[in-house]
């Protein structure tokens, strides 16, 4: 039975794929990607630290987070190439501001359903690898945190 967190990030996920099925070819997704990138706000510059950096990006990308109230997580991004930036906000669309459990239960397959598994250079796929694997990371701390 899904709860109704579960639906948001089933509901976001669902709205990703109806976008990009929507369009004819890689070109469009990719300047969909783009578009989509451009839509992150500026990450603080006091944010843009070596401890925020992920490792095992080509580009370089940053992530940080904070609990909102508590309960759920809020990400902010930044990365300096268009395509990273537009797959650090495709991964956002989904897991931004839900809980750690959240998080950890939303599986990540919504990104072979899109494609980008057999559409991304293998570096770009190996840093959407870590950029995902943050998050996660970032969950499971908080997930640890929160309970105490």
Known sequence: METKTDMKSTERINNLLNVFKSMNDWESRYQYLIKLGKTIPPMKPE???EENKIRGCQSQVWLAVKANDGETLHFEAESDALIVKGLISLLLTVYQDLSPAEIIQTSPQFIKDLGFDQHLSPSRANGLQA????????AKAYQYLLKK
């Open 131 to 138: 950029m995902l694997k943050q998050i996660q990371y970032y």
């Open 47 to 49: 944010l843009l630290t």
